[in-house]
Antibody
Framework: QVELVESGGGVVQPGRSLRLSCVASGFTFSSYGMYWVRQAPGKGLEWVAVISYDGSNKYYTDSVKGRFTISRDNSKNTLYLQMNSLRAEDTALYYC??????????????WGQGTTVTVSS | QTVVTQEPSFSVSPGGTVTLTCGLSSGSVSTRYYPSWYQQTPGQAPRTLIYSTNTRSSGVPDRFSGSILGRKAALTITGAQADDESDYYCVLYMGSASWVFGGGTKLTVL
């Protein structure tokens, strides 16, 4: 079955870096755009970044531009989020999500269970 | 900064029908915003219900439907069940590869 499994979260000091991973299975990973979405404790969902099926296009929410980098390795069915210069406000549960079969539906259709990032001194 | 608005909370009786809405702080929502809807129960990952205004995601029962009502996107649940009690989020595509989630609606079934 289709599955997304995130990892790499943890507790990190402000200003440090962390890399999240999301391993996909059960579908042709290289055919789908992929998203990162986060949820701060007790708060709503926030779109973070998206990458096209082939990695050629990457987009970010303003608050992470220049600090976060989304990437993918289609040979390993893995999505990444490199997070640098972390701030307290980046503390959240980070979900990876698969895009719908058509990029132009502009939506997510399958979600992982998330990995928790805590930025604290 | 555009804000996507949702009712903070809503309640529905078992078996009843409820319509949750998704608007903009300025302007109207249309199909070109490709509204999508997600259900999240406490401690669980989101589940996709509707995308591209009114397309049901795989496995979603047809008592969930999406539409545009007036100036807003809408999610209608007919025949509400106890396990529909969840948080519901809409997200709008704002163009230029940018998405904004609404603040979510907490739906109570009682």
């Amino acid at each position: 079955q289709v599955e997304l499994v995130e990892s790499g979260g943890g507790v990190v000091q402000p200003g440090r870096s962390l890399r999240l991973s999301c391993v996909a299975s059960g579908f042709t990973f290289s055919s789908y755009g992929m998203y990162w979405v986060r949820q701060a404790p007790g708060k709503g969902l926030e779109w973070v970044a998206v990458i096209s099926y082939d990695g050629s296009n990457k987009y970010y929410t303003d608050s992470v531009k220049g600090r976060f980098t989304i990437s993918r390795d289609n040979s390993k069915n893995t999505l990444y989020l490199q997070m640098n210069s972390l701030r307290a406000e980046d503390t959240a549960l980070y979900y990876c999500a698969r895009g719908t079969s058509s990029w132009y539906d502009y939506a997510m259709d399958v979600w992982g269970q998330g990995t928790t990032v805590t930025v604290s001194s | 900064q555009t804000v996507v608005t949702q009712e903070p909370s809503f309640s529905v009786s078992p078996g009843g029908t409820v319509t949750l809405t998704c608007g903009l702080s300025s302007g109207s929502v249309s199909t070109r915003y490709y509204p999508s809807w997600y259900q999240q129960t406490p401690g669980q990952a989101p589940r996709t219900l509707i995308y591209s205004t009114n397309t049901r995601s795989s496995g979603v029962p047809d008592r969930f439907s999406g539409s545009i009502l007036g100036r807003k996107a809408a999610l209608t649940i007919t025949g509400a069940q106890a396990d529909d009690e969840s948080d519901y989020y809409c997200v709008l595509y704002m163009g230029s590869a940018s998405w904004v989630f609404g603040g979510g609606t907490k739906l109570t079934v009682l």
